[in-house]
């Protein structure tokens, strides 16, 4: 089965591709020799410290001169609301990169983009993922109730399109001591509560999202149970009717598809690629001049390589 489409793409503009990420120009170059016709670049927002890494970003994306089926994106992470008012107020003492870390109360998830920030940037679809579990005990049923509650969220925000790799992070959570808790699913999928699964797929039929299949959640190295189980799930989500999404999650350089993991799905499904989420190519111009956006976004040019140099 050959995929022709990818919504989740990163740039050397999203904050850990710094050093190793891709031009949007060379991405572009390899996604189409790969057969990728419908795509688009999708770099990080954690919280609004990270705006000019996505104002690069569109800059850059204008410049490479992507076709009508090459779309810009974003990937807005699950927050604490407490914590994203505390990085706008600027109380941090380290540079927010990643947000605020564990300090801090729990508090209503949120996300640090605006209707009006996507207007401005030229943001034609959004994907919602959950990263961190932050502010809470590290017990295992602390965490998994604060992912299914960010989950949530992301399934009935309505600029989200796209929920990213639900359930499916790193291994582990770190916390300010340096230990770590082993992400309570990663060895049995089934001690996520079932109800918390309807309550999302019912959620995301409901809202219309879709849900990402990831080569990463699905990779062999995270051990043969949740892999299986993992598949399981995908594949019933899938059977409800929730339309599927096709990410690679591409971090490093170069841009190479992985898709073997998302044709399995897809086989179970007895699917297509033309069955996954796909958007419709662009019929409108892709944005104002930079000058104008950057205006916009009370930015300079000089701030979009505060956070790292060009390259």
């Known amino acids: 089965m050959k995929i022709t489409t990818d919504w989740h793409v990163h740039s050397r503009h999203s904050c850990e591709c710094h050093q190793m ?39 850059e994306f ?26 706008d107020a600027g109380n941090y003492a380290e540079p927010p990169i ?43 049923r602390a965490i ?10 992301l399934a009935q925000h309505p600029l989200v399109r796209i929920i990213a790799h639900p359930w499916w992070w790193h291994n582990h959570f770190y916390y300010p001591d340096g230990s770590f808790v082993p992400g309570p699913w990663m060895d049995d999928f089934s001690v996520i509560p079932e109800d918390y699964h309807d309550e999302f797929a019912a ?4 809202n219309g999202k879709a849900v990402e299949v990831s080569p990463w959640a699905l990779s062999p190295s995270h051990g043969e149970t949740f892999r299986n ?33 998302i044709e399995m799905v897809l086989d179970r499904l007895r699917l297509s690629d033309r069955d996954l989420f796909r958007l419709r190519p662009r019929d409108h111009a892709l944005g104002v001049p930079a000058e104008r956006l950057l205006a916009a976004l009370d930015l300079r040019s000089d701030d979009l390589w505060t956070h790292h140099p060009a390259n």
């Open 21 to 59: 990420g891709s031009p949007i120009a060379d991405i572009l170059a390899a996604a189409a020799a790969q057969g990728v016709a419908d795509m688009g670049i999708s770099d990080h927002l954690h919280s609004r410290y990270n705006l000019p890494d996505l104002a690069a970003s569109r800059l």
């Open 62 to 87: 204008l410049s490479a001169n992507p076709s009508p089926r090459v779309h810009f994106g974003v990937e807005v992470t699950c927050m604490r609301r407490w914590e994203l008012d505390q990085i």
């Open 98 to 140: 990643y947000g605020r870390g564990q300090d801090g109360p729990v508090s209503e998830p949120a996300i640090a983009l605006t209707e009006a920030d996507a207007a401005i940037l030229g943001i034609e679809y959004v994907i919602g993922g959950v990263h961190w579990a932050r502010g809470i005990e590290p017990t295992p």
């Open 144 to 153: 998994i109730d604060f992912f299914h509650r960010q989950l949530m969220y």
């Open 203 to 206: 959620t995301c039929l409901d």
């Open 229 to 261: 189980q993992y598949l399981d799930y995908l594949v019933e989500l899938g059977s409800r009717g929730i339309t599927l999404s096709a990410g690679t999650d591409h971090h490093g350089n170069p841009y190479n598809t992985n898709f073997s993991a």
